[in-house]
């Protein structure tokens, strides 16, 4: 059985040729690590750590969080972290950090949202051959409304339309298995705190979407499994990808 999740599918999407440099040849990437991905990584491990040692009844206080957070950087920091953007430096992302987790904390302390679990693994079967897993970065119980909520942090300087949030598939996915676990009748909130902007975005989905969207899902792995030619797809996010100079080259060994 081979199993699948959010990003491998995305990355197909994104171009077939970067999905088989990752996932079929393999190839280990000459960008390993952005400032972008550092950053993302080290705020989420830092909201990590907030709602863990809360769960533990031990509510950090802010000056506990930056601390945290800074003590992280710095331990993981290393100057081979490409920075595409010329006119910035690492500080420059460090500084961004720790006003997102400065707002984040003003807003949600003492962060007493009845959290059930950080950094929950999720699995799908999809059908006899395939699943997909993930991760969900908190999972809450509203026990006034009766929901259940899955919280995804972003560190994006970009906020998406209203379009693009309502057809966004990672967190539905993730919410179709909080509900084979809870059941169907549940309803499953979906919250993505959009922490450049300091804004929470909030979605939901039918059992009829999450329905089609999983077989939208087997129909996509259906086309990933059969693809032979695996071309490349050209966009504003080949600046950003870790795989840019092997495309090149390969490219021009084609021609």
Same mark, same amino acid.
């Given at each position: ?7 491998? &599918? ?5 171009? @077939?040729?970067?999905?088989? &440099? #990752? ?5 280990? @990437?000459? $960008? ?27 509510? @950090? ?14 331990? +993981? ?5 490409? $920075? ?16 997102? *987790? &400065? ?18 693994? !999720? ?14 970065? #908190? ?10 909520e899955i919280h995804d942090y972003k560190t994006a300087a970009? *906020?998406? /339309? ?8 990672? &967190?539905? *996915? ?26 929470? !975005?909030?979605? #939901? #989905? ?11 899902? !087997?129909? *996509?792995?259906?086309?990933?499994? /059969?693809e032979t030619d695996f071309p490349y797809r050209e966009s504003?996010?080949? +600046? ?5 100079? /092997? ?9």
């Open positions: 059985m081979v199993t699948y999740s959010h990003s491998r &599918l995305a990355t197909f999407e994104q171009c @077939p040729f970067k999905f088989k &440099l #990752r996932y079929i040849d393999k190839v280990v @990437p000459e $960008i390993e690590n952005t400032i972008e991905s550092y950053l993302g990584s080290i705020v989420h491990n830092t909201l990590e750590w907030v709602y863990i040692e809360t769960k533990k009844e031990k509510v @950090p206080t802010i000056d506990d969080t930056i601390v945290y957070y800074a003590e992280s950087w710095e331990k +993981g920091f290393s100057l081979e972290i490409k $920075i595409v953007k010329k006119n910035l430096t690492a500080k420059d992302y460090f500084e961004k950090g720790v006003k997102f *987790l &400065l707002d984040y904390y003003v807003r949600h302390a003492p962060f007493n949202d009845n959290t059930l679990e950080i950094e929950k693994r !999720i699995s799908i079967k999809l059908n006899e051959d395939s699943n997909l897993q993930g991760f969900i970065d #908190r999972l809450t119980y509203n026990s006034e409304a009766g929901e259940y970009n *906020l998406p /339309t209203k379009e693009k949030i309502e057809s966004d598939r990672q &967190l539905a *996915l993730y919410s179709i298995a909080i509900k084979e676990k809870f059941g169907f009748d549940k309803e499953v909130v979906l919250i993505w705190h959009y922490l450049a902007h300091d804004m929470d !975005i909030v979605s #939901r #989905r039918t059992n009829e979407q999450l329905e089609q969207l999983k077989k939208d899902i !087997i129909h *996509l792995i259906k086309q990933i499994e /059969t504003a996010l080949c +600046g950003w990808c870790e795989y840019k100079n /092997t495309c090149l080259e390969c490219r021009r060994d084609s021609n």
